[in-house]
T-cell receptor, first 113, second 117 residues
């Protein structure tokens, strides 16, 4: 079983719609969860982090965490063409040190006009 | 601040050649990382360092070496390049973990695209 799993997509949504991206993780003790956005040919950039069950909102982005079900999701409201990118879910597992991230393979989002 | 810088941006190597990928950060971060990203895949950790003089292996260390003599620099050495090392390499840095995940943010460099033929 992969440690962090994401649907590779592409996920296509019309402009102005809500995009919903999901991620599951295998290590129940994981405490820190991140969503990175990566444009084609560019480096990842952090857009959301969450560590408590529930929702965390930042502008058009909402991260949702459910530790009992071991999933974390990212909602993008009022999707814009500029949101078209690959979204990487990352987790810090409980074992080991070094603040190491384990990444999923990413979900490609396409926002269509 | 320049953030995390990487050189070169692109490189083509022949099988068996060696090279060093350079990474420098000016944010005074203790922690630094090297990842590789293959097409359509997520990032896999090669090596990381929690401070000058301290390095440790990540998930995919074979074929690579690192050193950390200063806080700012974390070079990655490829010895005897192989086609399997064709990838995009990202260097990242962060502060040590401090409670909130936002303080654990890793900042990424622009990447080095390496092709081994």
């Amino acid at each position: 079983q992969k440690e962090v799993e994401q649907n590779s997509g592409p996920l296509s949504v019309p402009e102005g719609a809500i995009a919903s991206l999901n991620c599951t993780y295998s290590d129940r003790g994981s405490q820190s969860f991140f969503w990175y956005r990566q444009y084609s040919g560019k480096s990842p950039e952090l857009i959301m982090s969450i560590y408590s069950n529930g929702d965390k909102e930042d502008g058009r982005f909402t991260a949702q965490l459910n530790k009992a079900s071991q999933y974390v999701s990212l909602l993008i409201r009022d999707s814009q063409p500029s949101d078209s990118a690959t979204y990487l879910c990352a987790v810090i597992p409980p074992t080991g040190g070094g603040n190491k991230l384990t990444f999923g393979t990413g979900t490609q989002l396409k926002v269509e006009l | 601040n320049a953030g995390v810088t990487q050189t070169p941006k692109f490189r083509i190597l022949k099988i068996g050649q060696s090279m060093t990928l350079q990474c420098t950060q000016d944010m005074n971060h203790n922690y630094m990382y090297w990842y590789r990203q293959d097409p359509g895949m997520g990032l896999k950790l090669i090596y990381y360092s929690v401070g000058a003089g301290i390095t440790d292996k990540g998930e995919v260390p074979n074929g690579y070496n690192v050193s950390r003599s200063t806080t700012e620099d974390f070079p990655l050495r490829l010895e005897l390049a192989a086609p399997s090392q064709t990838s995009v390499y990202f260097c990242a840095s962060s502060y040590p973990p401090r409670g909130e995940p936002s303080y654990n943010e890793q900042f990424f460099g622009p990447g080095t695209r390496l092709t081994v033929l």
